[in-house]
C-alpha cells in the first residue's frame, strides 16, 4: 500500500503563493501518476493537477492553467504544486492522490492523502 502525507498549506493574501508537496512512502512502484485535487465544503472534489510519475506528462484544471505548476522528484518521491497568483476562489482543502493511471478523474485515484487547507484572502 501508498501512504501520502501532504503540507505546505496555509493562509495567504490575494497574488501570493504557496507550495504543496505530497510525500509518498510504502510501495510507491504501483504509483502511475500522481494527483492534486481541492474541495470546499459542501461541493464535489475537483481535480487541479496531475502528473505521470515516470514520463512526467502533465495536465491541468482550466481555472488553475498557468498560474499552478505540478512537478515531482522521484529520488524523494515527492510531489509538488507550486500555486502563483493565488485568488480567493482558490480556497479550498487540497488533497494528494495517488492512482494506476495517468488521468484527471478522481475515480482513477485510489490513494489519498488527509488534505492540507489552503485559505485566500482577498
Known amino acids: 500500500q501508498v501512504q501520502l502525507v501532504e503540507s505546505g498549506g496555509g493562509l495567504v493574501q490575494a497574488g501570493g503563493s504557496l507550495r504543496l508537496s505530497c510525500a509518498a512512502s510504502?510501495?510507491?512502484?504501483?504509483?502511475?501518476?500522481m494527483g492534486w485535487f481541492r474541495q470546499v465544503l459542501g461541493e464535489e472534489r475537483e481535480f487541479v493537477a496531475a502528473?505521470?510519475?515516470?514520463?512526467?506528462?502533465?495536465a491541468y484544471a482550466d481555472s488553475v492553467k498557468g498560474r499552478f505548476t505540478i512537478s515531482r522528484d522521484n529520488a524523494k518521491n515527492t510531489v509538488y504544486l507550486q500555486m502563483n497568483s493565488l485568488k480567493p476562489e482558490d480556497t479550498a482543502v487540497y488533497y494528494c492522490a495517488a492512482g494506476w493511471s495517468f488521468s484527471t478523474t478522481r475515480y482513477q485515484y485510489d490513494t489519498w492523502g488527509r488534505g492540507t487547507q489552503v485559505t485566500v484572502s482577498s
Open positions: 502528473i505521470q510519475w515516470s514520463g512526467g506528462s502533465t
Open positions: 510504502g510501495r510507491t512502484v504501483s504509483v502511475s501518476a
